[in-house]
Each structure stands twice: as C-alpha cells, then as structure tokens.
C-alpha cells in the first residue's frame, strides 16, 4: 500500500512541474485532495508522509504550530448546488473542532458571502463563534466587496488593514500576508492586487531574513491556472518576485472551490475547497458556475484545509480534507 | 372650390396638430434622457422592473453561464437596455468608462439603462472581469 502510495506521489510530482492543467491532471489532484496526504517542504523539496488517521495524530511531529484555512462560504447562496452553505460550513467548523489539535488560527481566503450583505456576514460570524480556533484571519472575495467600495467587509474584518484589507502578521517565525486582489478589476482581466499594494508589500518583505518562512494569502489565486475563467492574477508575477529570495513561501488562494497544487522551487501554491459548492475542473463545463454533484457526493467535495508548520524543518505540511471525513480509500476509488 | 378651400384649412389644422403633438414627443423624450432604473439591486428578491409602460425601443440582454448575449448589441439612440441576469451566481453591469454601474444583480435581477447619445459603450462585470460586451448606440 505504501509502495503504491509512493509511485503516485512521484508521478504526481512530475504531473505538478506542467503548468497546463489538463482533465487527468484534474482529478488526479482530486483523488489527492481527499487523501490525508501529508506534504512537508524542507528546503524546497517536497515529501510526503502518511496522515495516520487512526491514532489521531499526525505522522509529523515537531509541529511549531498549526491552522486551517477555509475559502468560499458564500452565505447566502441557496440554489440546488448547495440549498444550505450555512449547515455545510457548520460541518466544516465541526471538522476543524474534530480535530486533534486545536488550530491556533484560521485563515479565510475570501467569498465569505454571496452577495456583501449585513445578514449573510451576520450569519458567518455567528457559525465561526463555535469554531475553536477563536483568532481568524480574513482576506476579501470579490462577493465581499459589492457595496460602497466593499464598507461591509472592511467595517467587520478591515481593523488594522491597508487600502482594500491587506496586512501581514508573523506566527512564530512564520511572516504571513493577507493580500487584496479582487477590487478595481479591469475589463477583460484577471485579479489584480494594484500599484499601491505592490508598493507595501515590497516595502513590508524588505529586510526580512531569507530564512524566515512566508505565507501570502489572496482570494483569487496567485499562479495562472485558467484565464478562460478569470482563475489568475494579472499583476501576481511582481509580487512574487519580491519573495525571490526567501527559503520557503506558500501561497494560499481559493476562489476555484477545487483543490489545485503547484510546486516551483522554493515555492508552493494551494487552492483550498469550498465550504459551500464545488466548481468544474478548468474547462469541463461552459463556465465557472456552482457545480451540481449527487447530494450525497456533496461533503466529498467540499473541505477544510489543515496547516502544520514544523519548526524543525521550517516548513508547512498541508493536508486538504473533505467535509465527510473520507481518507485513502476514496481516493484510490476515484484515481482509478 | 369650397371643398377645396375647407379642405386646405382641415390640412392646416390636421398640420398644426401634427407639430404639436411631435413637439410634445420630442419634450417629453427629453426628460426621459438618460435615465438608469434598476431593480432588485443588492436586496436579494427577485422581481421585475417597472417604469410604466415603455416610451421607446426596448432591447434585452441575458447574463448566464458567465457570458452576456448578445455580447455585442447595436441599437438606436434613445433605445431602453435590459439586463437579466438568469445565471446561478451574481453578476454585476459596468460601464467601463464610468456612465453606468448596477448593483450586484442576483438571479433573475434586472438592471435598465436608456441610451440619449449615440457612441460604444463597452461594458463588464466587475466581479468576473472576463465578463465583457458592448452596446453600439446609432443615431
């Protein structure tokens, strides 16, 4: 069983080097996702170890600290893919709680809401009272800024933010930056994070020890996975380069309600799940919409993400897991 | 000869009523001039739009699946734009030189805009950038 785990994961890290997604690539990062895989970066080269699920911790030791990032709740939304993203991200709060460490943050990566509303942020902050994790970290959707210039959302998360909400926090060594890239949006364009932001966010990376691990964090993701559907931030390729010189960056993103990974050097980018509805595989379906899946396949495709950081290696290990809790089986079922 | 006379006094008049009424058409098209009206807007309920019974040409396009259609529309000055919007996900309608901006239109949301001047209008949504058209205004 090990055996076999590791040829995937070999074939998997050749499949990552190819920046065209294609349809096999797609799900084999599906079957990924719902794997409990464990990926640890140590000076850049990724390995994986088994998330042993039955003892209830983590293969891993050594861990700094932990959090989990959600994306995409959308409250508010109520059509046939998901009549109730409120119970689903309830689910998604149970799940983090089942967890055998308790996440000393969460991390929200945008589409809190579907539509700005007071109620629909009402609603969110009402469910995450029950999350264990009581310091969250937030970085808007482009659903989150539909009113006056996105007042909602910066009233209730911007405190302490710049510009459109963006900020950086450390965590034990570990220099995290929440970035905007879903505002003043140009026509026939992809995300975009703007002259002013690029400007900070040198600015805030300057002096910084190249040791010293980075977690940049945007709704919509920092890597090209597919124009065609706005899955990409035109101006992503400047901020990148201000984190050249670092040993270890993660990039967290949502927006694509998939799991998506890349690995470029020093580098690593994840897309986290949707708490509220899955979308298709890039170019599987005529757009970007809320995918419908069997209602009972639904908390396979929608998931939380859980971050260990492990001071020994300096590194982050990422583990994506569905709301239904399912682990290896499932994945060998669908990879096939 | 009479008939001939009466006749060319009832042309006169049948004239002068002509002239009134097309000034008064023109007057009141103008105070009609540019105006935006939109429903549902950010409140989330879903019912149409309503302003009275159309004083002109009227022209619809439908949002769905991330795409406006017709994705280039060209229609008469003076000519009432409809969006609908019938996708699953909301969608907004912005003038990309800043004359128009809906709010964000929910499913079965509308937003109107009449359009005075003739020109190109191109539009998107600010939410889905990729998401573009255009309204050609003819004189």
């Known amino acids: 069983m090990a055996d076999k785990k590791r040829d995937f994961i070999d074939q998997k890290l050749q499949d990552l080097n190819n920046d065209g997604v294609d349809r096999r690539g797609f799900l084999k990062c599906m079957a990924w996702a719902g794997t409990g895989l464990v990926w640890t970066m140590s000076g850049g080269i990724p390995v994986s170890h088994a998330f042993d699920k039955s003892s209830g911790k983590s293969a891993v030791k050594g861990a700094g600290f932990s959090f989990v990032q959600i994306s995409d709740s959308h409250i508010g939304f109520n059509k046939p893919a998901n009549p109730d993203v409120t119970a689903t991200l309830q689910t998604a709060i149970n799940r983090i709680n089942a967890l055998p460490h308790i996440p000393d943050f969460l991390i929200h990566t945008g589409d809190l809401s579907q539509l700005s509303k007071p109620s629909e942020f009402d609603t969110l902050d009402q469910a995450l009272k029950g999350a264990a994790a009581k310091q969250i970290y937030f970085v808007p959707g482009e659903h989150d800024m539909l009113t006056d210039n996105g007042e909602q959302y910066l009233q209730r998360y911007g405190k302490g933010t710049k510009g459109a909400g963006w900020y950086s926090f450390d965590q034990k060594g570990v220099h995290f930056v929440g970035l905007v890239n879903v505002v003043n949006l140009k026509a026939g364009g992809l995300g975009s994070l703007g002259h002013e932001q ?77 708490t509220a509805f899955p979308q298709p595989a890039p170019g599987t379906a005529p757009s970007a919409g809320p995918m419908k899946v069997p209602a009972d396949q639904l908390q396979k495709v929608l998931g939380i993400t859980d971050v260990n950081y492990l001071v020994s290696g300096k590194s982050l290990a990422i583990v994506d897991s569905p709301l239904d809790g399912s682990t290896s089986s499932a994945s060998e079922k669908s990879s096939g | 000869m009479k008939s001939i006379k009466i006749s060319k006094v009832v042309d006169l008049r049948w004239s002068a009523m002509a002239l009134v009424t097309v000034v008064s058409l023109m007057a009141l098209g103008g105070t009609l001039a540019s105006s935006a009206s939109q429903s549902g807007g950010g409140s989330g309920t879903a019912h149409a739009a309503s302003a009275g019974a159309p004083t002109g040409p009227e022209m619809e396009v439908k949002i769905d699946n991330f795409v406006f259609s017709p994705g280039v529309v060209t229609v008469k000055a003076g000519t009432q734009v409809t969006w609908i919007n019938k996708d699953d996900i909301p969608h907004t309608v912005d003038s990309t030189e800043g004359k128009f901006k809906s709010a964000a239109l929910d499913t079965d949301d509308k937003f109107q805009f009449k359009f005075i001047e003739p020109g190109e209008y191109p539009f998107y949504c600010r939410m889905h950038p990729k998401m573009t058209g255009k309204i050609i205004v003819q004189p």
């Open chain 1, 198 to 274: 690029l400007e900070w966010l040198e600015d805030d990376l300057k002096g910084r020890s190249a040791s010293t691990p980075i977690v940049l964090f945007a709704h919509i993701p920092l890597w090209t996975i597919y124009p065609d559907w706005g899955w990409g931030t035109d101006d992503s390729e400047q901020a990148l380069s201000y984190v050249k010189k670092f040993g270890s960056v993660t990039v967290l993103n949502g927006h694509i309600h998939q799991v998506m990974q890349k690995i470029e050097g020093k580098l690593s980018f994840h897309t986290a799940m949707s």
